[in-house]
């Protein structure tokens, strides 16, 4: 568990451990593939979780580091809980705020989502930007240049932006922009 600023974040531990080697062409920057470093996944320690924040995001890459009953668990506990799961959806998910899935990730789940399930989900489109509840919010084009991180820098965006005010729309304009710029740049960028 480590924390500043008023933000704890809760991992496995052996998250250090873990290395992710990305295979790309030097001339176009495309990614061929990314290997991650076989390590045996610790369980998040459930115990650690500080449930006086105002909201609580989970990042889940469907590792075996959280499961879906973990998950149920701190929605059933905390009712602003931001998720980006790579997990298929299911009823586990219902009491969560906020759902941000990419258009694959949904279309492999949409059969199986309740109404009140889909109206929670963002669904990031790439290049097309965002859907929430049936509203696109597009993009302006930009050369991109790597996706790495596109997501990640989504949902941080969104939620930093929604925590200071309090509307969706404006969070999820706020998280298109700078998924944008992150896109437009090489290697994994900040911003």
């Known amino acids: 568990m480590y924390g500043s600023a008023g933000i704890t974040i809760t991992t496995n531990e052996n998250w250090e451990s873990i290395t992710k080697t990305r295979y ?80 694959v990730e949904y279309d492999l789940t949409k059969s199986t989502l309740s109404k009140e399930v889909d109206q929670k989900i963002i669904k990031t489109m790439g290049k097309d930007g965002c859907m929430y509840k049936n509203v696109v919010y597009p993009v302006t084009p930009v050369n991109v240049m790597d996706v790495s991180g596109a997501g990640d820098t989504f949902l941080a965006a969104l939620i930093v932006k929604y925590l200071q ?26 911003i």
């Open 165 to 190: 005010t309090q509307d969706i729309q404006q969070s999820i304009i706020s998280a298109n922009l700078c998924a944008s710029h992150v896109v437009s740049r090489r290697g994994v960028s900040v």
């Open 24 to 103: 790309v062409d030097v001339d176009t920057n495309h990614m061929f593939i990314r290997i991650d470093s076989p390590v045996k996944p610790t369980k998040i320690n459930l115990s650690e979780i500080d449930f006086d924040y105002e909201l609580i995001a989970i990042s889940d890459y469907n590792k075996g580091y959280i499961s879906e009953q973990d998950i149920q668990w701190i929605t059933e506990k905390h009712n602003n809980v931001f998720i980006d799961t790579k997990k298929h959806l299911g009823n586990w998910i219902n009491k969560a705020k906020i759902i941000k899935i990419n258009n």
